[in-house]
């Protein structure tokens, strides 16, 4: 039975431009699609800091800083406890814009940040994970702050922390 290649070619031509189609709807909207990520942080929110507050929800006592620069974001306090600056998503809905994002640290665990800006303001949901063989720790953790009046630094000038217990923050975090 000879093969027919123009049909499988038409064939594989088409799930090709279905692919293709699914792969692009998806990378227009939805954070922590791998197409999303591609253009994770070149929104809105790019160039931005922010100086508040951060601590467990009902408690944000500790001073810090959120920073948006370069596609990354990052906190002062998470990095100088050994998180990495991470990539992040966000979307403008009227005057609102709307970001999400996670912090990850080889030995602490990670932070997954959701938030939004309103008129300077910044209110972010943080929850904290670290998986342990004999069960995992969540917290739920808070940050609010006013935009600040200067650019973020570079986030590859970072001195990224190495987590140390001696550090109160870190051991707050």
């Known amino acids: 039975m000879p093969i027919k290649w123009r049909r499988i070619g038409a064939g594989m031509a088409l799930m090709f431009a279905i692919f293709a189609n699914l792969a692009a709807a998806q990378g227009a909207g939805q954070p922590g699609d791998p197409a999303a990520s591609a253009q994770a942080g070149r929104g809105p929110l790019d160039g931005m800091s922010f100086v508040g507050k951060i601590g467990p929800e009902n408690n944000r006592d500790l001073d810090d800083e959120l920073h948006f620069a370069g596609g990354q974001f990052w906190s002062t306090n998470c990095v100088a406890c050994g998180y990495q600056p991470g990539v992040y998503w966000s979307r403008r809905i009227g005057d609102r814009i709307q970001f999400q994002g996670t912090l990850q640290s080889p030995d602490r665990g990670r932070f997954d940040f959701s938030g939004h800006v309103d008129g300077g303001q910044i ?12 069960g995992d720790i969540e917290r739920k953790l808070a940050f609010i702050g006013a935009l600040a009046t200067t650019a973020p630094p570079g986030a590859a000038a970072l001195p990224i922390g190495n987590g140390s217990q001696e550090r109160a923050q870190c051991r707050r975090l």
Do not use: G, K, M, S
């Open 123 to 134: 209110d972010v949901h943080i929850n904290w994970t670290q998986p342990r063989w004999y």
